[in-house]
C-alpha cells in the first residue's frame, strides 16, 4: 500500500472521532453563548428575550466576580508555589537509595489517584473540623484552642487542600527528570568544591526547569477549574471568601436559576482560561525550545 494510500486511510479512520470530539466540545460552547444573550431564568423559561451584552454588563459589574477573579488567581499561584517547590524536595528525597524506595515512591504518588470529593471530605471531617479533627486534637493536645480553618481561613485551607491532592503529580514529573541527571556532573562539581547547596540551585535547579514549565502548564489548567472542593468544604463562603469562577457560575445558574448570566460568567471564564493557556503555552514553548 502507498504512503498516500495510508494517509487517507488513516484520516478516514480518525474521522468520526474528530468529528465526534468537535460536536462534543461546539455544541455546548454555542448553547452557552447563546444562552448568554438571552434573560433565560428557569422560573420564567416560557420568556426568553434577547438582550445582547446585558448578561455580560451585569456579570462584569458584580463585585463578586473580581472578588472570584482575585480568589481564582491566588488559588491557582498558591497551588503551584506549593506543588513545585514540595515537589522539587520530594523528588530529591524520593531520588535517594533508600529500603522499600518503591512502596515510598507508591505512597506518594496515591494521592493524586483519590477523587476530589473524597478529598475534600477528608480533609475536612477528619483533619479541620474544629472539634473532632486531628488539627483540634493536636491544638488541645498542647494547650490551645482549636481553629476552625474552613471559617477563618476558607481559601488558605483550599489551597492546601488541593495543593495535597496535586503534590504528588508535581513530584511524579519532576522525579523523572531528576533520574534522568547525568550523576557525572554531580560528581564532578562535588570534587571542584561545589557544595549542596550550589550543587543544588547550578545543576539541579536548571535541569528541571523544563519538566517544572510542564508542571505549571498542566497543573493551571486544571486548576482553573476547581470546583468540587469548595463544593464539599466551604460552599463558597463564608460570603464569597472562597468562591472562584467556576463556583461564581454554578451559583448563578443553579442556585439563581439565572441561565442567562451564569451563561455569560462561563464565556468569560472560558475566555481568561484560554488567555491563561496561550500565555502558558509561550512560556512553554520558549522554553523547551518548541
Do not use: C
Request: aromatic share 12%; proline share 5%.
Amino acid at each position: 500500500m502507498s504512503t498516500t494510500h495510508s494517509r487517507t486511510a488513516a484520516k478516514t479512520m480518525l474521522t468520526p472521532s474528530v468529528i465526534l470530539l468537535f460536536l462534543w466540545m461546539i455544541v455546548p460552547l454555542a448553547m452557552t453563548l447563546y444562552f448568554s444573550f438571552l434573560r433565560y431564568n428557569l422560573f420564567n423559561a416560557a420568556e426568553t428575550p434577547f438582550i445582547g451584552f446585558l448578561n455580560y454588563q451585569y456579570f462584569l459589574t458584580d463585585p463578586a466576580f473580581f472578588e472570584a477573579l482575585g480568589n481564582t488567581l491566588l488559588l491557582v499561584g498558591g497551588v503551584l508555589v506549593i506543588t513545585v517547590i514540595g515537589g522539587t524536595l520530594l523528588a530529591l528525597l524520593l531520588d535517594q537509595p533508600m529500603f522499600g524506595q518503591g512502596i515510598v515512591r507508591l505512597l506518594v504518588i496515591a494521592p493524586f489517584f483519590v477523587m476530589p470529593t473524597v478529598t475534600a471530605l477528608v480533609w475536612k471531617n477528619m483533619f479541620m473540623n474544629p472539634t473532632n479533627g486531628l488539627f483540634a486534637f493536636l491544638s488541645r493536645t498542647f494547650g490551645t484552642t482549636p481553629i476552625d480553618f474552613l471559617g477563618h481561613y476558607p481559601l488558605a485551607s483550599i489551597i492546601l487542600i488541593v495543593s495535597w491532592q496535586w503534590l504528588p503529580f508535581a513530584t511524579l514529573i519532576l522525579l523523572t527528570a531528576m533520574q534522568s541527571l547525568d550523576g557525572e556532573q554531580i560528581e564532578a562539581a562535588e570534587m571542584d568544591g561545589a557544595n549542596a547547596l550550589s550543587r543544588f540551585f547550578h545543576i539541579i535547579v536548571p535541569h528541571l526547569a523544563r519538566a517544572a514549565t510542564v508542571v505549571v502548564l498542566i497543573q493551571t489548567i486544571f486548576l482553573l477549574s476547581v470546583f468540587a472542593e469548595i463544593l464539599v468544604t466551604t460552599n463558597g463562603g463564608p460570603g464569597y471568601a472562597s468562591t472562584n469562577l467556576p463556583f461564581l457560575v454554578y451559583g448563578q445558574s443553579l442556585r439563581l436559576f439565572d441561565v442567562g448570566g451564569g451563561s455569560a460568567g462561563g464565556i468569560i471564564a472560558v475566555i481568561l482560561a484560554n488567555i491563561v493557556a496561550i500565555f502558558l503555552m509561550r512560556a512553554v514553548g520558549k522554553n523547551l525550545d518548541l
